[in-house]
């Protein structure tokens, strides 16, 4: 089942892994950014995983400079759930301290973020091995949270701090009239044909992204249009 929804915000980035010091957004979400404003609403990576197939542009894409503070470091799981249980000490990060003599824990970086975006994604639900017999249960229960408005998580766009708001499709307005093509754009940070646990090691997949008139087709994972890394690597 094809499931859309309707995403909008302030503020989005929806940067290249190759832009480490400088953050330029590409003018539509990435696959990987799509895949996780679902994955915030309705979630069992046990179970099933989301398969992105479309991304519909309906604002014209606003630039707007900002600068902004970023930490160099960031608390790994197994401190917080060591935290949680009191079997350790919380140990705070400070940002403009990293125990070093002349160090900061943040740097500042240049932004060009997109502002007033509203998109519609298309998605389906891709059950696990095992799972194809819940295929219904799965569909039912995102038609569900999305008419209640639930989530795990706060969706954002791109950035934490880039809220999402969500909502089923009120209307049928038609995506904008916007051309670009977008070379190669990053598809997703990690192997979908695999279970991921919260410690998965990243594997970069890319594709050749291309808007039309409003709308970025999204191939299947496993198309040999998606560029990966070779399986030695």
């Known amino acids: 089942m094809n499931h859309v929804i309707e995403v909008w915000g302030d503020f989005a980035c929806f940067s290249a892994p ?18 996780g404003v679902f994955d915030a609403i309705y979630c069992h990576r046990q179970e099933f995983r989301w398969q992105v197939t479309k991304v519909e542009v309906l604002s ?12 160099k470091e960031k608390v790994s799981t197994t401190a917080v759930k060591k935290w949680i249980k009191g079997t350790a000490d919380p140990t705070p990060l400070f940002a ?5 003599p002349d160090t900061k824990g943040r740097t500042q970086r240049q932004t060009m ?29 995102f038609k569900r949270r999305i008419k209640r408005g639930k989530c795990f998580q706060q969706p954002y766009l791109g950035c ?7 909502d089923s499709p009120k209307e049928e307005r038609p995506p904008i009239p916007f051309d670009r093509d977008l070379g190669l754009m990053l598809y997703d940070v990690f192997d979908l044909s695999v279970q991921n ?14 808007i039309e008139q409003g709308v970025l087709n999204i191939p299947e ?4 249009k998606v560029l990966k890394p070779s399986t030695s690597e």
Not at 63 to 68: N, V
Not at 160 to 166: D, G, L, N, P
Not at 200 to 210: G, Q, T
Not at 221 to 224: A, F, G, I, R, T
């Open 96 to 100: 403009d301290f990293t125990g070093k």
């Open 160 to 166: 934490r701090e880039f809220v999402a708001f969500f």
């Open 18 to 35: 190759a832009n480490k010091v400088e953050r330029f957004s590409y003018p539509c979400p990435t696959p990987s950014a799509a895949r």
């Open 113 to 141: 973020a997109l502002s007033n975006v509203r998109y519609r994604l298309h998605g389906e639900i891709r059950p696990w091995p095992g799972f194809e017999k819940r295929q219904k249960a799965f569909d039912e229960q």
């Open 221 to 224: 994972y496993s198309d040999s």
């Open 60 to 71: 014209f894409p606003n630039y707007i400079a900002l600068r902004r503070n970023e930490v």
């Open 197 to 210: 646990e919260s410690n998965a090691s990243p594997r970069i997949s890319m594709f050749r992204a291309k």
